[in-house]
């Protein structure tokens, strides 16, 4: 399995409040990213980061930021958060070079509740 | 934006028979990826395509890359009870570095 954990599991925050979900990979892998998972969405790419301190916005990045500091942590936070963004939100890292096939491998997921 | 259409949406079948799903694209992609999602955790990756005709297996499983390269599709053999979950089909344009998710088959095993 790749090494790929998320922090935290599970978490339940008011509206308004501020949170921040941590990505961390073992793998050195130059490119991470951020979905959220919805009943009847699938998976949408919020924010993605192909290597320190360069990141891209994804499908539905609106509400969300990240940083990347180190290579192998990830961090997507809700500036202020909406009951909307109460989802499921995985994380994916990927081997590939730019141009390359872009296998990713997903993390354990974090359950947000936003109340 | 981009999507993926991937069906049916869900089946129900019995253990022991075949499944086939599949996913169509209006892009031209360049790779396929085909994932397993068991409830409560994150997808898992099957099986990998990377060209346009390519048959490829994993297990009872097996995937192939639509020579139009805006389709592919994905058969279980001889379904087994651990066969039920969600699968999604991905699909990653010529030197993008992001993959779509289609909307994703659920796969529902009567005893």
Known sequence: DAGITQSPRHKVTETGTPVTLRCHQTENHRYMYWYRQDPGHGLRLIHYSYGVKDTDKGEVSDGYSVSRS????????LESATSSQTSVYFCAI????PGEPNEQFFGPGTRLTVL | GQQLNQSPQSMFIQEGEDVSMNCTSSSIFNTWLWYKQ???EGPVLLIAL???????SNGRLTAQFGITRKDSFLNISASIPSDVGIYFCAGQEYRDDKIIFGKGTRLHILP
């Open chain 1, 70 to 77: 180190k290579t192998e942590d990830f961090l997507l936070t």
């Open chain 1, 94 to 97: 990927s081997p590939s070079e």
């Open chain 2, 38 to 40: 068991d409830p409560g």
């Open chain 2, 50 to 56: 990377y060209k346009a005709g390519e048959l490829t």
